[in-house]
T-cell receptor, first 113, second 112 residues
């Protein structure tokens, strides 16, 4: 099992460019999440998908869009990148059973210049 | 007030020490509490979770929750240099609330 995978690992964008971050999980989990992590700010939830076919905003959704492509894949799109979106992005997934503990991918380091 | 507060440290201890990492939370609806370990430039890795109050032990790690004081602790016995990482606590309400609320993390260094 690869767990949660993310592509790309690193990306540099110019202001105004767009890109899509890809996430896939092979644990048959229903729920998937996108976070950003910034120094001094901790992990902040951008969007989540409780189940295939649903998406909801998290704490910091502005400037982002998401697509739950199928049960395995959840993508995050930046339509017009801004320097404030320079961050490390993590995808996570979880399943039921009570705790809904989340399992994280290795992250994508994004720099917007 | 943030829902989960965590002292960012840094915390530096000698190898073999007992480490105590702590969080406080304000949301009374939290029922599940988790601890994650994050090595530098890696994704958070789930260490353990507990439900409601009480203790849970896994090897050298013990998680403790005191709901009366809204206090979460992680104890590491016989700490090793490989335990050097940032430790994140998180809480979640019961039911269909899928979202975790994280503390900002405590940076721990275990010196050989």
């Amino acid at each position: 099992n690869a767990g949660v995978t993310q592509t790309p690992k690193f990306q540099v964008l110019k202001t105004g460019q767009s890109m899509t971050l890809q996430c896939a999980q092979d644990m048959n989990h229903n729920s998937m999440y996108w976070y950003r992590q910034d120094p001094g700010m901790g992990l902040r939830l951008i969007y989540y998908s409780a189940s295939e076919g649903t998406t909801d905003k998290g704490e910091v959704p502005n400037g982002y869009n998401v697509s739950r492509l199928n049960k395995r894949e959840f993508s995050l799109r930046l339509e017009s990148a801004a320097p404030s979106q320079t961050s490390v992005y993590f995808c996570a997934s979880s399943d039921g059973g009570g705790a809904y503990e989340q399992y994280f991918g290795p992250g994508t380091r994004l720099t917007v210049t | 007030q943030k829902e989960v507060e965590q002292d960012p440290g840094p915390l530096s201890v000698p190898e073999g020490a007992i480490v105590s990492l702590n969080c406080t939370y304000s949301n009374s609806a939290f029922q599940y509490f988790m601890w994650y370990r994050q090595y530098s430039r890696k994704g958070p890795e789930l260490l353990m979770y507990t439900y409601s109050s009480g203790n849970k032990e896994d090897g050298r790690f013990t998680a403790q929750v005191d709901k009366s004081s809204k206090y979460i602790s992680l104890f590491i016995r016989d700490s090793q240099p490989s335990d050097s990482a940032t430790y994140l606590c998180a809480g979640r309400g019961r039911g269909s609330n899928y979202k975790l609320t994280f503390g900002k993390g405590t940076l721990l260094t275990v010196n050989p």
